[in-house]
């Protein structure tokens, strides 16, 4: 038997194709993919060619399932087009939906409630829901019944205990009890008990009492002289020709009761360990100078800036301050992680050479390097409404792994402890550790240059008090000085004890 493969032609090949109930043809062009006449339709799971007739409509396609009642909210970035006319977004169960403004559940409590944590308030009467009281307990404060409230077991004041911080020497022990000078310290001890003070200064080779009058700062028959780079007392035959001059640039500071004569005109005294010497007064011109040419030469490429733009951002922002209301210092972390800016590349920033340079004034000497130990972080203007309502707010970290942290309020002073800026969030490095009273204090004087690198970009200086050495660096977006330079004291008041 042979088989004869007849060949087949064109127009017989182009024929299963493009036909009646035929699958469509293969063309970018739509119009020939189906015969004169027939139009495409997709049935059965393919595309075939019938006549109009037999065409059925496209179903139009499912409306989004966002923005009605109990519907998940749409995508928007003004929070009114999330949800339909009449609704109002609320989250419920893992997620934000729509509902009726009746059905919005009021918001849960995270602090102030019963056995809750306190929140943060600068006012001590606001940090607990009215009834309640604040108590420090497990390492931690929270809010309790005042029946529940525990009494402070004593730390001092007690007896053979430390004193007590107090202004009034008769607050500083128990009743009964008196401040007595043992074993270089002071403690409580029964008032029969107080043995004679102990003096170490005044006799015969020690340091000179600190009296205003003169004749008292030796015992008697005993006269001051300048040894060795600090006052002594001697005997008067031992007196020896004093061949040092005083209150010079560089020099120590001359003795006297009148602050004016320590130190020639134009300058100033500056305590140095063992001695006080005198030095060129600073002004601020001298501080906005040196600020202007530290921050040029750090440049706008540092960890520091980076995170100051990022932290900016309106999102960042808002977890910055749930971080910080929690006092979540992982939360801290990670957004420094994310900001590019991780801790020991803000440590670092303290080696820096600009941050090292020996200082412009005669007779000072730069401040030596060394890692900064402190990163500040402060909310000012519309960021600390939330809260204490006045002033800024800020949190200060260590900058090591696991950090501890501390929040303080500067009191609205425009600065926080190191170089914080006017804006609406600041960060800023400091050489000091973390603070650990509950104390207002003042390192000194922080130089501020707005627009400095880049419009809406302020830099900061501080100086270690009427110096021109350099304590911390910081910058922050937002600032509201406009182009130009200021100068503010330092100072800061914490609140809350460590995490």
């Known amino acids: 038997m042979v088989s004869i493969a007849i060949p087949t032609t064109p127009a017989q090949a182009a024929a299963s194709c493009g036909g009646l109930n035929q699958k469509t043809c293969i063309s970018i062009n739509k119009a020939k993919r189906c015969q004169a006449g027939l139009v495409e339709q997709r049935q059965s799971g393919r595309n075939i060619c019938v006549r109009p007739s037999q065409s059925t409509p496209k179903p139009a396609p499912a409306a989004a399932a966002c923005g009605a009642l109990n519907q998940k909210t749409c995508i928007s970035i003004n929070p009114a087009r999330r949800c339909n006319s009449g609704l109002v977004e609320q989250r419920q169960s893992g997620r934000n939906i729509c509902v009726r403004p009746a059905q919005v559940k009021p918001k849960p409590a995270v602090c102030g409630s019963l056995g809750q944590k306190t929140c943060i308030n600068i006012?001590?009467?606001?940090?607990?829901?009215?009834?309640?009281?604040?108590?420090?307990?497990?390492?931690?404060?929270?809010?309790?019944?005042?029946?529940?409230?525990?009494?402070?077991p004593a730390s001092c004041g007690g007896l053979n205990q430390k004193t007590c911080i107090n202004i009034n020497p008769a607050r500083r022990c128990d009743a009964g009890l008196a401040e007595q000078r043992r074993s270089g310290r002071n403690i409580c001890v029964p008032e029969g008990e107080v043995g004679p003070k102990e003096r170490n200064c005044g006799g015969l080779n020690q340091k000179t009492c600190i009296n205003v009058i003169p004749a008292r700062r030796c015992e008697a028959g005993l006269v001051e002289q300048a040894l060795y780079g600090r006052n002594i007392c001697v005997r008067p035959q031992d007196l020896v020709e004093k061949d040092e001059t005083c209150g010079g640039l560089g020099?120590?500071?001359?003795?006297?009761?009148?602050?004016?004569?320590?130190?020639?005109?134009?300058?100033v005294q500056k305590r140095q360990p063992g001695r006080n010497i005198c030095i060129k007064g600073v002004t601020n011109a001298d501080r906005l100078d040196v600020a202007k040419t530290v921050l040029q030469d750090i440049g706008d490429n540092n960890p520091l800036t980076r995170l100051s733009e990022c932290l900016a951002q309106p999102a960042k922002l808002a977890r910055l301050r749930d971080a910080m209301s929690d006092r979540d210092r992982n939360g801290i972390s990670t957004l420094l992680t994310e900001c590019d800016a991780s801790i020991s590349e803000l440590a670092s920033m303290g080696t820096i050479p600009a941050l090292n340079a020996p200082s412009s004034v005669p007779g000072e000497s730069g401040n030596p390097d060394g890692f900064f130990k402190?990163?500040?972080?402060?909310?000012?203007?519309?960021?600390?409404?939330?809260?204490?309502?006045?002033?800024?707010?800020?949190?200060?970290?260590?900058?090591?792994?696991?950090?501890?942290?501390?929040?303080?309020?500067t009191g609205g002073i425009g600065g926080g402890p190191k170089a914080e800026i006017v804006g609406d969030v600041t960060v800023a490095l400091s050489r000091a550790d973390i603070p650990t009273g509950a104390f207002g204090f003042d390192h000194g004087t922080s130089a501020v240059i707005s627009g400095h690198l880049k419009v809406g970009v302020s830099g900061g200086i501080a100086f270690v008090g009427n110096t021109l050495e350099f304590d911390g660096v910081s910058f922050g977006v937002g600032g509201g000085l406009g182009v130009g330079g200021a100068v503010y004291k330092n100072g800061s008041v914490f609140p809350f004890p460590d995490l």
């Open 123 to 152: 006012n001590p009467a606001r940090r607990c829901d009215s009834g309640l009281v604040e108590q420090r307990q497990s390492g931690r404060n929270i809010c309790v019944r005042p029946e529940q409230l525990q009494p402070k």
């Open 251 to 267: 020099q120590v500071s001359c003795i006297s009761a009148n602050p004016a004569k320590w130190c020639d005109s134009g300058l």
């Open 374 to 409: 402190t990163l500040h972080i402060t909310a000012g203007a519309s960021g600390a409404a939330w809260i204490a309502g006045t002033g800024s707010a800020g949190y200060v970290i260590e900058l090591v792994s696991r950090p501890n942290g501390r929040w303080y309020f």
